[in-house]
């Protein structure tokens, strides 16, 4: 399964702490979005998708949940807990995540802006372009 933890540098004094991120310096790319998914429901499942070209860093910047990442291959579960660790995640890679505890807060950083046509909605239609592009 491809995808990495970033773990980023806490800049923490008796005031409490604190986690910078810069584009192309703390992730691997160039930031060009940023959305946050709050107030889910526990066992609410989201994402069920996959993209054509977007990369991510998924941070749980308060609370827990979990991701659950298919390859075409295997899947795996990864504990966001930690709001200065981020999952890092390219293309064509499926996500769905759940579990959330009640203060659960995601922030994620996007390379692109929002676009539905890089989105893969449907499971079938996923394996079949991970097969393809492994033929090419
Ligand atoms: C991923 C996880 C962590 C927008 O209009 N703009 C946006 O930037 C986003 C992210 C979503 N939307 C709309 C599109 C849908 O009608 O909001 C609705 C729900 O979004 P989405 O289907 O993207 O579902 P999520 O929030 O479960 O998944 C998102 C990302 O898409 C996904 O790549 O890794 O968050």
Redesign the pocket.
């Known amino acids: 399964m491809e995808y990495t933890l970033l773990d980023f540098n806490v800049l923490d004094s008796r005031q409490g702490n604190a986690v910078n991120i810069e584009s192309e310096n703390s992730v691997p790319f160039d930031i060009k979005?940023i959305?946050y998914?709050f107030n889910t429901e526990r066992y609410a499942v989201?994402?069920r998708?996959a993209?054509h070209n977007?990369e991510?860093a998924?941070i749980c910047v308060s609370g827990a949940c979990d991701f659950i990442l298919d390859d075409g291959k295997e899947r795996e579960t990864i504990h966001l807990d930690d709001p200065s660790r981020a999952l890092y995640i390219k293309n064509n890679i499926w996500?769905e995540?759940t579990n959330f505890t009640e203060d659960c807060v995601?922030m994620?950083l996007a390379s692109e802006h929002?676009n539905e046509d890089d989105y893969i909605r449907d499971y079938n239609k996923f394996i079949d372009t991970v097969n393809f592009e492994k033929n090419k």
């Open positions: 979005r959305y998914i989201r994402g998708h993209h977007l991510q998924i996500r995540f995601v994620v929002y």
